[in-house]
């Protein structure tokens, strides 16, 4: 599961291209699964680590100051 926030803090700092990228890698739209069953990707609002922001959770995992050249990275260590 991976969540990717939209609070202000986070949007401000880029989290919709984030969500695009993400979008882009999983090949899904925000609230969808994909086709292999590994990852749903959905939106929240504030994940209560503002400072990190653009953050995002995997898994209950937090990402934070996820800049964007490093999301295929972040995703491979959930094979
Ligand atoms: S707005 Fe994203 S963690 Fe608070």
Redesign the pocket.
């Known amino acids: 599961m991976i969540e990717v926030?939209?609070?202000?803090?986070?949007?401000v700092r880029g989290?919709g291209m984030l969500l695009e990228r993400l979008e882009e890698q999983i090949g899904v739209t925000a609230g969808e699964t994909d086709k292999n069953m590994q990852f749903t990707l959905r939106t929240v609002?504030?994940?209560?680590?503002?400072a990190?922001?653009?953050?995002m959770r995997i898994d209950g995992v937090t990402f934070g100051k996820v800049k964007l050249d490093k999301v295929l990275d972040i995703l491979e260590q959930f094979p």
Request: some cysteine; aromatic content about 6%; overall charge positive.
């Open positions: 926030c939209l609070g202000t803090a986070c949007f989290s609002r504030c994940i209560g680590c503002c990190l922001a653009p953050a």
